[in-house]
């Protein structure tokens, strides 16, 4: 199987002015297809039959283990965005209130987990994650190409800390809380 770019879920113009056109078609069409291509590349020279992206990330390892956690993430990033998205709602409303005070302490406890990572001295731009647990709702930073701990939690959300200098605040108004939801109502 040839690992193929998934289509975005919205034209590349429409996130302006919080994502410009030129980054998401640099992100997407360079460094998404880029690590599509080097784990095509490494299947065919391998011999190895790539069933799905999912099971690169499970059992690969090193440079191809990058190239795939990063892809991805990329994908699920895509999802998560949304031109005109509306607010949380239901169950993810409740949960969220529950964990963080209210819809707008999750957006301070971002805030406050991409500071807190900056003051230890994080110079590569990484993913910040909501995730869900059996413990509940969780917020935590990965580097780039690296694969998150399955014991933390399934992701609900993903945001790229490379998009620019105040992401949280970038990405916001982006976020697509239908997928948010829908990835929250698979967790049992």
Same mark, same amino acid.
């Given at each position: 199987m040839i690992l193929e770019l998934p289509a975005l879920p919205f034209d590349s113009h429409q996130l302006e002015p919080y994502l410009s056109k030129a980054w998401v078609e640099d992100r997407y069409q360079g460094d998404h297809q880029r690590h599509l291509t080097a784990?095509?590349?490494?299947a065919s020279g391998s011999g190895t039959a790539t069933r799905s992206l999912e099971d690169?990330?499970?059992k690969a390892h090193g440079e191809v283990l990058e190239? @795939?956690?990063? @892809?991805?993430?990329?994908?699920l990033f895509w999802h998560c965005l949304l031109p005109r998205p509306t607010a949380p709602e239901g169950r993810l409303n409740e949960e969220l209130t529950q964990t963080f005070g209210s819809f707008t302490g999750l957006r301070e406890a971002m805030h406050g987990r991409v500071e807190d990572e900056l003051e230890q001295g994080s110079r590569r731009p990484g993913w910040l994650w909501l995730l869900h647990s059996n413990r509940g709702m969780s917020l935590t930073i990965s580097a780039r190409g690296q694969r998150l701990d399955a014991a933390?939690?399934?992701?609900?959300?993903v945001m790229d800390l490379g998009c620019g200098k105040s992401p949280v605040e970038q990405l916001w108004p982006l976020i697509h809380w239908d997928f948010v939801a829908q990835n929250l109502g698979d967790c049992h």
């Open positions: 784990l095509n590349r490494w690169v990330v499970s190239h @795939a956690v990063e @892809a991805w993430n990329l994908t933390s939690g399934r992701p609900l959300l």
